[in-house]
């Protein structure tokens, strides 16, 4: 990576100087937080995988999924003590209260959890995982944010777990081709979640491919989705199928549970999905 940046000039200027900073280990992991300027509410963890391809291989992207696992309640406790409310306290002393929404890119290293970035927006595709799992109107929410009222809002959540699976252009995060035809949108839409990023509407009302990530593939844990997947069942993967990491859940946040007993129905779902899109 510093080779390309600094003797390929990748970057151009922007990549002919790095900052050296601590070296720290261990699985990341992305706590989206509501802020009204001095209370903060987070949201159910989750997990942006970076790499490309199967078992944390290739080169980094924007994200290839989001599982949303939840971190230990321990681990949660910490970093509510020790980073969100600071963070949220240091904003206000500074005399800029922060309202809307803090993106918390964390490292649980083995001296516990540390910062590696802020945000202040939502994750992509962090979002599509953690906010299909909300159950209070998310316009009340920002009004609270923005009154200041966060305090005196119960916010709900669904119980069981969510996975955003990227589809991505072939050759992302490199060059790639444009304007390839993608169907079955409607079909795969009865099965699950479907959200475009990389995609242009023709005139005839066609969809093409239009960009690295091209759409977000959301399935969760609700009874329903299970439901649609015996109905339909799973279909063979074509070899011309979209780049995609197939379960990017794999690599864990915790110990085993959040994603094992998922992964064997949900990869077959987003399987299934998978293949209507290209067919």
Same mark, same amino acid.
């Given at each position: 990576?510093?080779?390309s940046?600094?003797?390929?000039?990748?970057?151009?200027?922007?990549?002919?100087?790095v900052?050296?900073?601590?070296?720290?280990?261990?699985?990341?992991?992305?706590? +989206?937080?509501?802020?009204d300027?001095?209370?903060?509410?987070?949201?159910?963890?989750?997990?942006?995988?970076?790499?490309?391809f199967?078992?944390?291989?290739?080169?980094?992207?924007?994200?290839?999924?989001?599982?949303?696992?939840?971190?230990?309640?321990?681990?949660?406790?910490?970093?509510?003590?020790?980073?969100?409310?600071?963070?949220?306290?240091?904003?206000?002393?500074?005399?800029?209260?922060?309202?809307?929404?803090?993106y918390?890119?964390?490292?649980?290293?083995?001296?516990?959890?540390?910062?590696?970035?802020?945000?202040?927006?939502?994750?992509?595709?962090?979002?599509?995982?953690?906010?299909?799992?909300?159950?209070?109107?998310?316009?009340?929410?920002?009004?609270?944010?923005?009154?200041?009222?966060?305090?005196?809002?119960?916010?709900?959540?669904?119980?069981?777990?969510?996975?955003?699976?990227?589809?991505?252009?072939?050759?992302?995060?490199?060059?790639?081709?444009?304007?390839?035809?993608?169907?079955?949108?409607?079909?795969?839409?009865?099965?699950?979640v479907?959200?475009?990023?990389?995609?242009?509407?023709?005139?005839?009302?066609?969809?093409?491919?239009?960009?690295?990530?091209?759409?977000?593939?959301?399935?969760?844990?609700?009874?329903?989705?299970?439901?649609?997947l015996?109905?339909?069942?799973?279909?063979?993967?074509?070899?011309?199928?979209l780049?995609?990491?197939?379960?990017?859940?794999?690599?864990?946040?915790?110990?085993k549970g959040?994603?094992?007993? +998922?992964?064997?129905w949900?990869?077959?779902?987003?399987?299934s999905?998978?293949?209507?899109?290209?067919?």
């Open positions: 990576a510093v080779r940046m600094m003797d390929g000039r990748k970057f151009g200027q922007a990549g002919a100087r900052v050296v900073e601590e070296c720290m280990t261990g699985p990341e992991v992305t706590v +989206l937080a509501f802020c300027g001095e209370h903060l509410v987070p949201m159910p963890s989750s997990q942006d995988h970076k790499r490309a199967d078992g944390n291989q290739g080169p980094n992207t924007g994200g290839m999924g989001a599982p949303s696992p939840n971190y230990t309640p321990e681990v949660a406790r910490r970093c509510m003590e020790e980073i969100f409310l600071p963070t949220v306290a240091a904003l206000k002393a500074e005399g800029r209260p922060f309202q809307g929404v803090l918390f890119g964390l490292m649980l290293t083995p001296d516990g959890p540390k910062v590696v970035e802020y945000n202040a927006r939502f994750g992509d595709p962090e979002c599509q995982a953690v906010l299909s799992l909300l159950e209070t109107d998310l316009l009340d929410i920002f009004l609270a944010c923005r009154n200041g009222t966060l305090d005196r809002l119960n916010i709900r959540w669904k119980d069981g777990a969510a996975c955003c699976l990227v589809l991505a252009s072939g050759g992302y995060p490199g060059s790639y081709a444009k304007g390839l035809p993608i169907t079955g949108l409607e079909d795969a839409g009865q099965q699950a479907v959200f475009h990023a990389g995609t242009k509407l023709g005139d005839d009302g066609t969809v093409f491919t239009n960009g690295g990530r091209v759409l977000g593939v959301r399935a969760g844990s609700e009874r329903r989705d299970r439901q649609r015996r109905r339909r069942g799973a279909h063979p993967l074509p070899g011309h199928a780049p995609h990491r197939h379960w990017p859940g794999l690599k864990p946040l915790r110990p959040c994603y094992c007993w +998922l992964s064997n949900m990869l077959r779902l987003v399987a999905i998978r293949a209507v899109l290209l067919r």
